[in-house]
């Protein structure tokens, strides 16, 4: 019976994390978008084990929201929806080589600028 119980806790796990969100505005994120902590955010609390996980994995160098995903045991979809969570409230910022938040209206200039954000922290690796 403690299988059972365990097997229902993975399961649920989560679908809790989320909230129940199985989509954000954010989560059709490439697996390669590479996430930056902003300044102070690591210190930040009041947020819950998953995302403050982010923010410690992501605290010294760029990494892959693929790379989350696996360091998290978490599914992709939810460590998409938390990613795009941590950017709404500014925690992290989300480089990809495709502009993220194309419904806001961004200028080609700002998207160049998410490019250029890429390469170098590729060049920093």
Do not use: C, F, W
Not at 8 to 33: C, F, H, I, M, N
Not at 49 to 77: C, D, F, M, T, W
Request: hydrophobic residues 45%.
């Amino acid at each position: 019976m403690s299988d059972h119980i365990e097997y229902e806790a993975r399961t649920v796990r989560p679908y809790a994390v989320t909230g129940g969100r199985v989509r954000s505005a954010r989560s059709d994120l490439p697996l390669e978008a590479l996430v930056e902590v902003m300044p102070g955010a690591v210190t930040s609390q009041g947020l819950p084990p998953e995302k403050r996980a982010i923010l410690q994995h992501a605290a010294h160098n760029y990494i892959s929201v693929a790379e989350l995903s696996a360091l998290l045991h978490l599914p992709l979809g939810v460590v998409r929806v938390l990613v795009s969570d941590l950017a709404d409230a500014k925690y992290i910022r989300v480089h990809t080589s495709q502009p993220v938040e194309v419904h806001t209206g961004q200028s080609p200039a700002l998207s160049l600028s998410v490019l250029e954000s890429v390469l170098n922290g590729i060049s920093a690796l």
